[in-house]
Nanobody
């Protein structure tokens, strides 16, 4: 069973930085596309950043130039470095793994809260 465990969330002032981590188990991590999503209360869950198994990255327009997604296959971990944080970045951040085994399956972590104060 694939498990994803996020960490690194917290309370930070506007302009500050946080680094989120997501450790995966139960899967061949290097073969998985990975992503970070966020969901604020009453809103839909949106993609923040994604990284393919080959290392290609993709970002939401709202975070380009401020956030960086990376992965360490040796540690089965994907990171999200968040700089120049804004109050509108406040949300629960979720890690997602896309596992392909005859078909594509999505797995989610439990989420980690990020709160940016003004």
């Amino acid at each position: 069973q694939v498990q994803l465990v996020e960490s690194g969330g917290g309370l930070v002032q506007a302009g500050g930085s946080l680094r989120l981590s997501c450790v995966a188990s139960g899967t061949i991590f290097s073969r998985n596309d990975m992503g970070w999503y966020r969901q604020a209360p009453g809103k839909q869950r949106d993609m923040v950043a994604a990284i393919s198994s080959s290392g290609t990255t993709n970002y939401a327009e709202s975070v380009k130039g401020r956030f960086t997604i990376s992965r360490d296959n040796a540690k089965n971990t994907v990171y999200l470095q968040m700089n120049s944080l804004k109050p509108e970045d406040t949300s629960v951040y979720y890690c997602k793994a896309v596992v392909v085994n005859l078909r594509s399956y999505n797995f989610w972590g439990q989420g980690t809260q990020v709160t940016v104060s003004s």
